[in-house]
């Protein structure tokens, strides 16, 4: 349900799929008793999902033009309906709330994430979803290729012609193509979109086994052992050991100058259970990085390592080191198949002022080519903060969707992006990424070596130097 670097989203949503299972409701679940608004069928705007809810059970189905499978979230609903009607359905660990706005309008919202989703009500389920889905190595094939010709965002961007591409790759689909050989021409397909919110998971005895993982060409790889040297490279910088919060993803510490230091390693996994406890843990380390005795003059937050996780986390954090309300940027998703230049009506995300202790002073931002999804989300909304953040490093990897994970058939899905996070001017940074004010050396060979960090080192000087550099060429 959170948002999270390819591999781990893909990764994620098999296993949850494989843990709440896959039951799909009959006809008569779109057809019964209305004491409950939500019963029944419904169509999101954008997406190409189906939310079914019959009694206290949610499920979803992927639709395309010409297929319609059971999706991989199910939820049972954890609660009596609120006062408006929204009611709670858990996922696993996670939820989600539908709220009906009137007879044949709902909003659904999901824990962990931002945003909403509109839904429209439908008289009962597509004939389409009525009977299984065919798996042959056609139908596969033609799934795979219709849910990225529907949703995903970016073909001209990356002068991809999508047509040419399927009608060069069907023509090698036989009756008697494996599984292996359409995993194969998937990856074909995937690789030169160097999208690193694509990727495709192969789902063997139940359980999940990642088979590609898309990236922007160029950018740096993340091993342990670049991790482990990065990490002691920032630490010589610091006047003491870091206090670790979240299984080590968050650390606190302080630099020379009274300059406070904050690691965030993920947007995600602080601890056991729902959306909730990961606040929770990641209140304990801002209340440890703020709540200090001696007033701080300045902070670095530092997402170089981080491979992303749920928007909310970035939010909050955003929410923390401000005094004032501000848009973070706005969401639309892709909302006509024929047409990928339609998108649904753009929706604001504004980071508010939290009841926690806030700093207002100085930021500066560490980013690299390893800060993807969530971490970039943070990033673009920590730009329409006042006084201005300092971006100080190299440009983030390129991908702000959340993911959809796509069922293809019982052996195989697929996740791809299908929003964008638009800037002031309806613009994004899809692609290259959102740059830095100030370019440094980010975990180079040399840099590794020598244990240097040049980005931090150059934050904390523009930081204590003062007056704050700022985002100069401020949010587009």
């Given at each position: 349900m959170t948002r999270r670097n390819t591999g781990r989203a893909a990764a994620a949503a098999v296993a949850l799929a494989a843990a709440v299972g896959l039951a799909a409701p009959g006809a008569a679940a779109a057809q019964g008793?209305?004491?409950?608004?939500?019963?029944?069928?419904?169509r999101t705007e954008g997406y190409g999902l189906l939310i079914a809810v019959s009694g206290d059970r949610l499920t979803t189905y992927d639709v395309t033009a010409h297929s319609c499978v059971?999706?991989?979230?199910t939820g049972t609903r954890t609660a009596a309906p609120g006062a408006d009607g929204t009611t709670r359905y858990g996922v696993g660990d996670n939820a989600l709330t539908l709220t009906p706005k009137g007879r044949n309008r709902a909003v659904e919202r999901e824990e962990g994430g931002v945003g909403s989703k509109s839904l429209n009500r439908l008289d009962a389920l597509p004939p389409l979803c009525a009977k299984p889905a065919p798996n042959d190595p056609l139908a596969v094939f033609d799934r795979f290729w219709e849910n990225f010709e529907e949703n995903y965002p970016f073909f001209a961007a990356k002068g991809i012609d999508w047509?040419?591409?399927?009608?060069?790759?069907?023509?090698?689909?036989t009756p008697t193509t494996t599984v292996d050989q359409l995993q194969a021409v998937f990856v074909d397909m995937l690789r030169p979109l160097g999208d690193a919110h694509t990727a495709l998971a192969r789902v063997v005895d139940g359980h999940p086994e990642m088979v590609f993982g898309g990236q922007r060409p160029g950018s740096t790889v993340e091993t342990e052992e670049l991790t482990a040297r990065a990490q002691q490279a920032s630490a010589a910088q610091l006047t003491g050991p870091e206090q670790l919060f979240a299984n080590g993803r968050l650390g606190v510490g302080r630099l020379p100058g009274d300059i406070g230091y904050f690691r965030v390693s993920s947007f995600g996994r602080y601890a056991d259970g729902g959306h909730q406890n990961q606040i929770d843990?990641?209140?304990?380390?801002?209340?440890?990085?703020?709540?200090?005795?001696?007033?701080?003059?300045?902070?670095?937050?530092?997402v170089r390592l981080n491979g992303g996780g749920s928007d909310a986390l970035g939010l909050h954090i955003a929410a923390r080191l401000t005094d004032r309300p501000y848009v973070a940027?706005?969401?639309?998703?892709?909302?006509?198949?024929?047409?990928?230049?339609?998108?649904?009506?753009?929706e604001p995300i504004t980071v508010r002022p939290s009841a926690g202790r806030h700093f207002t002073g100085p930021v500066a931002v560490l980013t690299s080519s390893i800060s993807t999804s969530a971490a970039e989300t943070f990033t673009q909304a920590m730009m329409g903060r006042s006084p201005k953040v300092l971006r100080v490093g190299e440009n983030?990897?390129?991908?702000?969707?959340?993911?959809?994970?796509?069922?293809?058939?019982?052996?195989?899905?697929?996740?791809?992006?299908?929003?964008?996070y638009l800037t002031r001017d309806g613009s994004t940074f899809d692609g290259p990424g959102i740059p830095p004010n100030v370019r440094t050396p980010v975990f180079t060979p040399d840099e590794l070596a020598a244990l240097r960090d040049s980005a931090l080192s150059t934050a904390r000087r523009m930081l204590t130097e003062g007056p704050q550099g700022g985002d100069r060429d401020q949010q587009r």
């Open positions: 008793g209305r004491a409950n608004p939500l019963e029944g069928v419904w059971p999706g991989w979230v047509h040419a591409v399927r009608d060069e790759k069907r023509r090698t689909i843990e990641l209140d304990r380390a801002l209340d440890a990085l703020l709540a200090g005795p001696d007033r701080l003059a300045g902070l670095v937050v530092d940027y706005r969401k639309v998703a892709r909302n006509d198949p024929a047409d990928p230049t339609k998108f649904t009506r753009p983030t990897q390129g991908v702000f969707s959340d993911v959809m994970i796509r069922t293809l058939s019982p052996e195989l899905m697929v996740g791809l992006p299908n929003e964008k």
